[in-house]
């Protein structure tokens, strides 16, 4: 499967301790999104990298929460002290910039409760 | 704020066409329209996206007004795998640009 992948799919966690998702884009593309997903609503933007650059970061990306993409490739998204209120499903995407339309490919998603 | 306007829910037999309409009154000329949809617990999935021209490919059919305002996802024959909540999207034309900003879509259910 060449497409996004996202690791792990599911993680329940206590409130307090410190969680990490990775992101796997598909492997020519560049570019690479981090969302949020609470129930019943669209996917909000957190950050995005351009290579190994994060090149802008939403309001809601608070400084519990940091994203790396150390090598331009795969990307990890680190939650510490966790809150019941960053239950949700995270969302990674990818895209290839530097064609005329810049179209995302998203993950399947990481799915964390916090108790 | 999504720049999109969707109902929130529709329904549609199996085996007829869906037609999925969206407002976007305020598109500019360098905006794409795009479509998305979300199954149950899984991520978004790229269907279809267009600029002024209708569109077709082997998901959907995408048509879009003469004066951009509006457009319609087509499903020609709905299954119950189409079931899922689908999100129309305007997007700056050049490319390296602005994340995707969601509303919260059209919930379809397509019926035996």
């Known amino acids: 499967d060449t497409g996004v992948s996202q690791d792990p799919r599911h993680k329940i966690t206590k409130r307090g301790q410190n969680v990490t998702f990775r992101c796997d884009p598909i492997?020519?593309?560049?570019?690479l999104y981090w969302y949020r997903q609470t129930l019943g609503q669209g996917p909000e933007f957190l950050t995005y990298?351009?290579?190994?650059?994060?090149?802008?970061k939403s309001r809601l990306l608070s400084d519990r929460f940091s994203a790396e993409r150390p090598k331009g490739s795969f990307s990890t998204l680190e939650i510490q002290r966790t809150e019941q209120g960053d239950s949700a499903m995270y969302l990674c995407?990818?895209?290839?910039?530097?064609?005329?339309?810049?179209?995302?490919?998203f993950g399947p998603g990481t799915r964390l409760l916090v108790l | 704020d999504a720049k999109t306007t969707q109902p929130p829910s529709m329904d549609c037999a199996e085996g007829r066409a869906a037609n999925l309409p969206c407002n976007h009154s305020?598109?500019?000329?360098?905006?794409?329209v795009y479509w998305y949809r979300q199954i149950h617990s899984q991520g978004p999935q790229y269907i279809i996206h267009?600029?002024?021209n209708n569109e077709t490919n082997e998901m959907a059919s995408l048509i879009i007004t003469e004066d951009r305002k509006s457009s319609t996802l087509i499903l020609p024959h709905a299954t119950l795998r189409d079931t899922a909540v689908y999100y129309c999207?305007?997007?700056?034309?050049?490319?390296?640009?602005?994340?995707?900003?969601f509303g919260k879509g059209t919930r379809l259910s397509v019926i035996a």
């Open positions: 267009g600029l002024k």
């Open positions: 990298f351009q290579n190994e650059a994060q090149l802008e």
């Open positions: 995407a990818s895209s290839l910039v530097g064609r005329r339309v810049e179209t995302q490919y």
């Open positions: 999207i305007v997007l700056l034309r050049s490319s390296g640009n602005t994340p995707l900003v």
């Open positions: 305020t598109i500019s000329g360098n905006e794409y």
């Open positions: 492997s020519e593309h560049n570019r």
